[in-house]
């Protein structure tokens, strides 16, 4: 039997429970391709199914690979498959099962082709980040005069929210934790960032949008911060409440968003239909062609050390993502 390797969470519990072993290579059923691939997407979410959080939402129970995107080539084709699949680079998810793998297989459904100048490591970047970013881009329909707070924008997806919110012509302002992270979302376009890690973020960061407040806000971090920000919503804001790395969603009162007619989306506005996601993939990957949306890749590590990642992940102490590479 051939094997391939792939990290498994054998336990609920710290990275340490999430370790290399081999398992069956997979093999593609009808409408499937083999994927060996090259990058694994990861993302914070997956830090927290890994410790057991969100037993609610989330339908994973160890033994489990966690993994919902990578990029690689398509080295065979199942039964019923159009075989010119074959041979071309792709990108599959976000939304599969099990991508921290040497191999994988996916439904064509779920591939979206990686256009000749995006490599293989900034299209793992982008599969996840840049169908949320562009999913909320679209329903935030941010543009020229938006003043926008965005909380967590040196993260993996805050950091695409920083360009695309600037290439709209807004006004933006990141939020973040230290020096290092500050200094990215600038370089990203940012037009101010703060640090709301110390005790004057609230009064920098209106100080920053200006008395009358933000009118989009994205927040990708959640709990107390999410309140805090909440504050600094101008009447008739629109606000993205999708972040939870703090432990939990930012408890927005909804009676004072109707009262003050902002607008509050949360995580469940963006759960997308595979159609819909293979189309805003295919949009970010469009974009990165361009030249018009770039990954912050921070680190990347060899498959066997993802639990060094989301050590890493867990740490908030990366400027950007953490990409797993395949040998
Ligand atoms: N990526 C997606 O496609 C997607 C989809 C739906 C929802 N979301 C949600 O959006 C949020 C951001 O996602 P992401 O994938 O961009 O994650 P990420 O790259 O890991 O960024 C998370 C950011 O949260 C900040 N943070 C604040 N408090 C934290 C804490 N207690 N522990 C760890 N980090 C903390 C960290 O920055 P500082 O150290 O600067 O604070 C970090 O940069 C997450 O809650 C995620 O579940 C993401």
Redesign the pocket.
């Known amino acids: 039997m051939t094997t391939i390797k792939a990290a498994q969470v054998r336990e609920f519990g710290a990275p340490e429970v999430l370790r290399t072993t081999d398992i069956p290579a997979p093999t593609p059923g009808p409408g499937e391709v083999l994927i060996q691939v090259s990058h694994i997407d990861t ?3 997956e830090t ?1 199914i890994r410790a057991g959080w969100g037993r609610d939402y989330f339908d994973e129970q160890p033994p489990y690979i966690p993994g919902g995107a990578a990029s690689g080539t398509v080295i065979a084709t199942g039964p019923d498959t159009d075989p010119s699949w074959k041979g071309r680079r792709v990108v599959a998810g ?1 939304g599969i099962k099990g991508a921290y793998a040497e191999q994988i297989t996916a439904s064509t459904a779920q591939l979206t082709p990686i256009p000749a100048n995006v490599n293989l490591l900034d299209a793992a970047a982008l599969a ?2 840049g ?3 562009n999913g909320i881009a679209e329903t935030t329909r941010i543009e020229k005069g938006d003043r926008v707070l965005i909380l ?7 950091t695409l929210l920083v360009q695309m919110a600037h290439a709209a012509g807004a006004y933006v302002v990141g939020a ?3 020096a290092e ?1 500050l200094a990215l979302i600038t370089h990203l376009g940012a037009d101010a960032a703060v640090d ?2 110390t005790p004057t973020w609230l009064t920098e960061a209106r100080k920053a949008l200006g008395a009358d407040g933000a009118t989009v806000i994205l927040d ?4 107390e ?1 999410g309140l805090q920000a909440f504050t600094l919503a101008a009447d008739g804001a629109r606000i993205s409440a ?6 939990g969603f930012a408890p927005l009162d909804p009676a004072e968003a109707e009262r003050r007619n902002i607008t509050v989306r949360g ?1 469940a506005e ?1 759960q997308f239909a595979t159609e819909d996601r293979t189309r805003l993939v295919t949009r970010t990957l469009a974009q990165a062609a361009a030249g018009e949306l770039h990954p912050t890749i921070a680190r990347t590590y060899p498959l066997e050390h993802a639990a060094e990642a989301h050590k890493a ?2 740490a ?1 102490a ?1 400027a ?2 953490a990409i797993l590479t395949v040998a």
Do not use: C, N, W
Request: net charge positive.
């Open positions: 993302l914070f979410v927290q976000p996840t980040d169908v949320t970013a967590g924008a040196a993260g993996g997806m805050g973040a934790r230290g992270k709301y890690a990708g971090v959640g709990g911060l999708h972040g939870a790395p703090s432990g995580i963006l992940i867990e908030r990366l950007g993502k």
